[in-house]
């Protein structure tokens, strides 16, 4: 597989994405809901077929797992998993904090990842064993050690009514113990922010494999740590996510476990 290539079309499509998004942006027309709080617009559609007719045209053969197309038959060996919009909320809102979220994977493993803001222009790009990128350029991971010297980052799921009670402990805890905490809406770019050295750790309940296969992926190639609550390495099947720069990952595992 030629992992140069996948990474061109990765690229390619999320640029061309986020052209598309941005021209949707405050043009809006057609927005509404498909759960109690979680929206989809003119604009993912759009994005979402830019991106697969982009990989298909070079992949006919692969596999895609798409938010608003769910599964698209192919090889499944091959597949691209994509949020053409990441930060839906955001987008409708005017918020520029949104983003395109590509990644492809052989055989179950994470190879590539794109993740891309349209409105700041930031490109994320990662392959495995190669290291992660920001618009070229090497990142990685913070060096902060001490949780109560770290800034975080969360997000809240769309059904956060029906966890309530565990959610805000967590989030009680985290507030306290560190120098801050941040909920951006963009868990693609959550985990690339942590990826480059902004945040040192991230956590959130109940995302989907789009949400996080391709920002996962830069956060472990620019030296950072996923797993679930437990400690189990993450895998994007997986409902929690805990990201940090590895040196307050065990300080944050402490904080994720709750008194039963």
Not at 63 to 75: F, K, P, R, V
Not at 120 to 148: C, H, M, P
Not at 190 to 205: I, N, P, Q, T, Y
């Amino acid at each position: 597989m030629d992992l140069n290539l996948i990474m061109r079309v990765a690229t390619r499509a999320a640029q061309q994405a986020g052209d598309v998004l941005r021209s949707f942006h405050g043009n809006l027309k057609d927005v509404h809901f498909k759960g109690a709080i979680d929206l989809v617009t003119e604009a993912d559609i759009a994005s979402e077929k830019v991106i697969v007719e982009a990989i298909r045209g070079t992949f006919p053969e692969h596999s895609i797992l798409a938010e608003e197309s769910g599964e698209i038959e192919g090889n499944p060996r091959f597949q691209w998993i994509i949020d053409p919009l990441d930060g839906t909320t955001n987008f409708s809102h005017q918020l520029d904090l949104f983003a395109v979220s590509i990644a492809f994977s052989l055989e179950g493993v994470l190879q590539s990842g794109v993740v891309f803001n349209p409105m700041s222009g930031e490109l994320f790009e990662a392959t495995v064993g190669q290291g992660a990128t920001l618009n070229g350029r090497k990142i990685q991971v913070s060096d902060g050690n001490k949780i109560q010297e770290s800034l975080l980052v969360t997000g809240f799921p769309y059904d956060f009514k029906e966890i309530m009670p565990s959610l805000m402990a967590r989030f009680g805890k985290c507030l306290s113990a560190s120098q801050g905490v941040r909920r951006l809406g963009s868990a693609a770019l959550d985990l690339c922010f942590v990826a480059s050295g902004r945040f040192e750790g991230f956590w959130e309940e109940n995302l989907n494999p789009w949400d996080t296969a391709a920002g996962v992926l830069v956060l472990q190639e620019a030296g950072g740590e996923a797993t679930d609550f437990s400690d189990r390495p993450y895998r994007v099947d997986m409902k929690e996510i805990l990201a940090t720069n590895g040196r307050i990952h065990e300080q944050m595992l402490s904080l994720m476990r709750l008194e039963v």
